[in-house]
């Protein structure tokens, strides 16, 4: 069965970090590349990061994450982490984990995880 489960989203203060982790099952991740978005109820998916696995490379898409947020993954354990830090109001949202053949914005991805809630308020 496939599956691509997201978990540690949560609520912090401005300034707090948390770590968004999606772990698969029942397919290979070094096979895809990773992508995280986002989305505000009432708005457009945001594309947040990427990451290709021949070289590791991780691309930032939202200006507004870079320098704060840093995508991973770690193949062993078939898991691909968002670190976010220095969390600000506006990071709040749905934070989604997927992967697909290639990393685009508007695209479409072969996995999704399931969704994670991030809630930044003082």
């Known amino acids: 069965q496939v599956q691509f489960v997201e978990s540690g989203g949560g609520s912090v203060q401005p300034g707090g970090s948390l770590r968004l982790s999606c772990t698969a099952s029942?397919?290979?991740?070094?096979?895809?590349?990773i992508a995280w978005f986002r989305r505000v109820p009432g708005t457009q998916r945001e594309g947040v990061a990427c990451?290709?696995?021949?070289?590791?490379?991780?691309?930032y898409w939202a200006d507004s994450v870079k320098g704060r947020f840093v995508a991973a993954i770690d193949y062993s354990h078939s898991t691909a982490f968002l670190q976010m830090n220095d969390l600000k109001p506006e990071d709040t949202a749905v934070y989604y984990c997927?992967?697909?053949?290639?990393?685009?914005?508007?695209?479409?991805?072969?996995?999704w995880g399931q969704g994670a809630q991030v809630t930044v308020s003082p």
């Open positions: 029942g397919f290979t991740l070094r096979h895809f590349v």
């Open positions: 997927a992967a697909g053949d290639g990393c685009t914005r508007s695209g479409t991805y072969d996995y």
């Open positions: 990451i290709i696995d021949r070289n590791e490379t991780v691309t």
